[in-house]
């Protein structure tokens, strides 16, 4: 089955830094990736995602980019804000395919 | 994004007894929903995925009689945690698929069993 990989594990940085995670995956069937933010005691919120036929997708401060060949992509996060410390999980799965595989999730905090 | 719901919130039972906890997708339809458990600084672990009109499907040391699902319509699907022990205290989440492929997430339900 699918493995995926997250780092790193914990991220600190200055507000207004950019901030990376890292994920990668094994399964080249593998080509859907979404991106999951959770702040304490709730759910996860959909952030961001990209398919494989796509390299890269920006959405205001957040991006996410895609390797295929490497089989890994990154969440980049610009001018960090307080408000973007949480554990932030990244995901793997076939389109066709019911099931998501999850990154071990990097816990972020922005310092002011 | 789609909004998905979770009730209770939290909830505080005495062991043996059964508690439910249900998931709605609530601005569009969802054949498949999923239930996850999530411990403390961990990882979502996936517990069974529930399709709409059909049994679930249990991950691989999950209890299917302890832990009952049932996905009767195309926006509501149940957990039931039955004889619970302190032991099942943990974050359960539910996640809808809005087809394709995107999973929105509830917000969670906290469960404590004394």
């Known amino acids: 089955g699918e493995n995926v990989e997250q780092h790193p594990s914990t991220l600190s940085v200055q507000e207004g830094d950019s901030a990376v995670i890292k994920c990668t995956y094994s399964d080249s069937a593998s080509n859907y990736f979404p991106w999951y933010k959770q702040e304490l005691g709730k759910g996860p919120q959909l952030i961001i995602d990209i398919r494989s036929n796509v390299g890269e997708k920006k959405d205001q401060r957040i991006a996410v980019t895609l390797n295929k060949t490497a089989k890994h992509f990154s969440l980049h996060i610009t001018e960090t804000q307080p408000e973007d410390s949480a554990v932030y999980f990244c995901?793997?799965?076939?389109?066709?395919?019911?099931?998501?595989?999850f990154g071990t999730g990097t816990s972020l905090t922005v310092i002011p | 994004g789609a909004v998905v719901s979770q009730h209770p919130s939290r909830v505080i039972c005495k062991s043996g007894t059964s508690v439910k906890i249900e998931c709605r997708s609530l601005?569009?339809?969802?054949?498949?929903m999923f239930w996850y458990r999530q411990f403390p600084k961990q990882s979502l672990m996936l517990m069974a995925t529930?399709?709409?009109?059909?049994?679930?499907?249990?991950e691989q040391g999950v209890e299917k009689d302890k832990f009952l699902i049932n996905h009767a319509s195309l926006t509501l699907s149940t957990l039931t945690v039955t004889s619970a022990h302190p032991e099942d205290s943990s974050f359960y989440i539910c996640?809808?698929?809005?087809?394709?492929?995107?999973?929105?997430f509830g917000p969670g339900t906290r469960l404590l069993v004394l």
């Open positions: 601005d569009f339809q969802a054949t498949t």
């Open positions: 529930s399709n709409e009109g059909s049994k679930a499907t249990y």
């Open positions: 996640s809808a698929r809005d087809p394709p492929e995107t999973q929105y």
């Open positions: 995901a793997a799965s076939m389109v066709t395919g019911n099931q998501f595989y």
